[in-house]
Nanobody, 119 residues
Framework: QVQLVESGGGLVQAGGSLRLSCAAS????????MGWFRQAPGKERMFVAA????????NYADSVKGRFTISRDNAKNTMYLQMNSLKPEDTAVYYC????????????WGQGTQVTVSS
C-alpha cells in the first residue's frame, strides 16, 4: 500500500496561485495512477485532475482546465497541483489519491489540505 500526505494549502486572494504537493511513501510510487480531488463545505467530493503512471497522460475537470496543472516526479515520490488564477469557488479541502490501474477505484487517500481563496 501507499501513504499519502498533502501540503501547500493556505489562504490566497482571488487571482493568486498555490502549488499543492502530495508526498507518497510505501509501495513504489510510479506504479500508481494518481489524482486530485476537492471537497467544498456542504458539497460532495469532486474530481479535479488525474495523471498516469509516467505523467504523459493527464485529464482535468472542466472547471479547472487552463488554470490548474497536475504533474509528478517519480524520483521524488511526489505529485503536484499548480493552481493559477484562483477563484473563490476553488475554496475546498484538496485531497490526493492513488489507484493501481485506470479501471480501479482510488483506494488510497491523503488527509487533505485546506485551500481558501478570498474575493
Amino acid at each position: 500500500q501507499v501513504q499519502l500526505v498533502e501540503s501547500g494549502g493556505g489562504l490566497v486572494q482571488a487571482g493568486g496561485s498555490l502549488r499543492l504537493s502530495c508526498a507518497a511513501s510505501g509501495r513504489t510510487f510510479s506504479s500508481y495512477y494518481m489524482g486530485w480531488f476537492r471537497q467544498a463545505p456542504g458539497k460532495e467530493r469532486m474530481f479535479v485532475a488525474a495523471i498516469s503512471w509516467s505523467g504523459d497522460i493527464t485529464n482535468y475537470a472542466d472547471s479547472v482546465k487552463g488554470r490548474f496543472t497536475i504533474s509528478r516526479d517519480n524520483a521524488k515520490n511526489t505529485m503536484y497541483l499548480q493552481m493559477n488564477s484562483l477563484k473563490p469557488e476553488d475554496t475546498a479541502v484538496y485531497y490526493c489519491a492513488a489507484r493501481v490501474s485506470i479501471t480501479s477505484g482510488y483506494r488510497y487517500w491523503g488527509q487533505g489540505t485546506q485551500v481558501t481563496v478570498s474575493s
